[in-house]
């Protein structure tokens, strides 16, 4: 079974804020993911990243960096965070595009 | 328009009755995959499917490429199948992303 960490869990931010949120994954998966989930709606795709060192935005990576320093590490980060940044965030990962995807606990962000 | 869309959006089940849930895509998906988000909110996959069918205990999915279209079924329901299911399709032969649909929510009654 894929391990997916993800840290924090639970986060409650400032906005104007810096957010890190880190994901960690120890099946040596190529592809790794950023999802956003707003209450009550599916999952949005922010970032992602197919090889260390390399990212590519998804469907809405507006405020949004990603960092990929190892093939196990994956960041997502809010430089300026916002009201609208409220939401669940996701990491998952698999080993192809179309592989099965596997997804972490998830990070509760609040921003005030 | 939605590209992959889920019907019900909602649905209340007594425990130990059988359910379908659906997905239609008006993309062209070559892989599906069901998930549940359960009341923790952790995210299981529960089938990854080429065109065809899996079971696995009392959930059984099917993948139709051609008509476009997925079913997750669920037979004699228990409490603990409470949750979200989101099902998500890849696009066709290059794409690079899965797209969810927006979840059904059903609730298991005793």
């Known amino acids: 079974e894929a391990a997916v960490t993800q840290s924090p869990r639970s986060k409650v931010a400032v906005t104007g804020g810096k957010v890190t949120l880190s994901c960690h994954q120890t099946n040596n998966h190529d592809y790794m993911y950023w999802y956003r989930q707003d209450t009550g709606h599916g999952l949005r795709l922010i970032h992602y990243s197919y090889v260390a060192d390399s990212t590519e935005k998804g469907d809405i990576p507006d405020g949004y960096k990603a960092s990929r320093p190892s093939q196990e590490n994956f960041s997502l980060i809010l430089e300026l965070a916002s009201l609208s940044q409220t939401a669940v965030y996701f990491c998952?990962?698999?080993?192809?595009?179309?592989?099965?995807?596997?997804f972490g606990e998830g990070s509760k962000l609040t921003v005030l | 328009g939605d590209k992959v869309k889920q019907s019900p959006s909602a649905l209340s089940l007594q425990e130990g009755t059988n359910s379908a849930l659906r997905c239609n895509f008006s993309?062209?998906?070559?892989?599906v995959q069901w998930f549940l988000q359960n009341p923790r909110g952790s995210l299981i996959n529960l089938f990854y499917?080429?065109?065809g069918t899996k079971e696995n205990g009392r959930l059984k999915s099917a993948f139709d490429s051609k008509e476009s279209y997925s079913t997750l079924h669920i037979r004699d329901a228990q409490l603990e199948d409470s949750g979200t299911y989101f099902c998500?399709?890849?696009?066709?032969?290059?794409?690079?992303?899965?797209?969810f649909g927006s979840g059904t929510q059903l609730t298991v009654m005793p």
């Open positions: 998500a399709a890849d696009g066709s032969s290059g794409s690079w992303q899965l797209i």
């Open positions: 499917l080429v065109p």
């Open positions: 998952a990962s698999t080993w192809s595009n179309t592989g099965q995807l596997y």
């Open positions: 993309i062209a998906a070559t892989t």
